[in-house]
């Protein structure tokens, strides 16, 4: 299992231990996403910055999207299923987004293919819903589960 790991506040007045495990996570700006694997080091990571970022399980079809449509390589140029047949084992997309779901590979196994996605900030009347607030209580911050994937696909 991986996660999908979102930023949804800024660096201002946040301590400076939290602010370095966000950049540990490459996180360094609003509305940036990683996708990280699922392990006691990450899970602390994220136990840490809860307070500015929101995270849940990753699927495969918000994975494929997340590559497909704003996975970047040097240039700004996109990422198809050419570059990733030519450089692993993988011959699509779909098939990499598989492999990073179930742990079998990560986002650095493309060599220059960018670990940050872009993502546009949440689309809707609805918006982030408080980045003041956990997930829990009504706002946006911390674990949300399996309901990262509708707001990944609003800010995609």
């Given at each position: 299992m991986s996660f999908i790991v979102v930023r949804a506040r800024s660096n201002v007045g946040v301590e400076r231990s939290i602010r370095e495990t966000m950049d540990y996570l490459n996180l360094t700006k609003v509305n940036h996403a990683v996708i990280i694997p699922e392990n006691d080091q990450y899970i602390g990571m994220l136990r840490k910055a809860k307070d500015y970022i929101t995270w849940g399980n990753a699927d495969l079809a918000t994975v494929e999207s997340m590559l497909s449509e704003r996975g970047r390589m040097p240039g700004d140029a996109p990422l198809t299923d050419a570059v990733v047949a030519e450089a692993t084992d993988y011959k699509t997309i779909g098939d990499f987004a598989k492999a990073i779901v179930d742990n079998e590979a990560?986002?650095?196994d493309v060599p220059g293919l960018k670990r940050v996605f872009r993502l546009h900030p949440p689309r809707?009347?609805?918006?982030?819903?408080?980045?003041?607030?956990s997930y829990v209580v009504g706002g946006a911050l911390g674990s949300r589960g399996d309901d990262i994937k509708?707001?990944?696909e609003r800010m995609i």
């Open positions: 990560t986002v650095k809707g009347a609805k918006g982030w819903g408080g980045i003041k607030r509708a707001l990944v």
